[in-house]
């Protein structure tokens, strides 16, 4: 299920340039309920030769989440997140960072690289700096930006291969499908900031 005439703006506009990424967190749905619906999305979606264009669609995402994070007002930053006990600072790094390293793992699979001492795990969730500012904030996306295109190169061809990294509620996935799920991981966080956003307007 995708983005509907009742959807919020800024999902709609999400879909038109990340339509993969969309039908994937739509599948999955509230809590990873959906975690079979979300397996054969990616199955039907995530082709060899598709990282480049599951790599346009995080470029979309990206710069969603920069629109959301300038809609959040200063103050709100250091208000709760949306996600455990953090605020919003702590959340979006943390997002951050989930597009950083989900993609360069599967990368390391892909490349043959993959540690057979120490191999990368998926940890509990570990928020960022609760005094992150916006500018440094915008500096982890950016880098999660490049992160993303070095993974996607050598994920490239390689996208239905078997990734050995585990996820505690998603299990494992494929190496295309983990580029693919970190947007998905992005909209999670994306509908928070929208609210968190929404709420502060509707207060002031």
Do not use: Y
């Amino acid at each position: 299920m995708g983005a509907t005439s009742s959807a919020p703006a800024w999902l709609t506009f999400v879909e038109s340039g990340a339509p993969d990424t969309v039908a994937a967190w739509s599948a999955l749905g509230n809590a990873f309920a959906g975690v079979r619906a979300l397996r054969g999305v990616l199955h039907e979606r995530v082709t060899d030769g598709a990282a480049p264009r599951i790599l346009a669609e995080q470029e979309v995402l990206a710069q969603a989440l920069a629109d959301a994070l300038a809609d959040v007002p200063d103050a709100a930053l250091r208000m709760p997140g949306g996600e455990e006990e953090w605020n919003v600072a702590q959340t979006f790094a943390h997002a951050t960072a989930a597009r950083r390293f989900l993609p360069t793992w599967a990368a390391m699979a892909a490349a043959g690289s993959w540690p057979a001492d120490d191999p990368p795990s998926v940890r509990p969730s570990i928020p960022g700096d609760a005094n992150a500012s916006r500018d440094e904030l915008l500096i982890l996306l950016g880098k999660s930006r490049r992160s993303q295109e070095r993974a996607a190169e050598l994920i490239g061809e390689h996208e239905t291969q078997p990734c050995p990294l585990d996820h505690p509620l998603v299990g494992r996935l494929r190496c295309g499908d983990w580029l693919l799920f970190a947007g998905v991981h992005d909209l999670m966080h994306l509908e928070q900031l929208h609210r968190i956003a929404d709420a502060h307007r509707g207060s002031v």
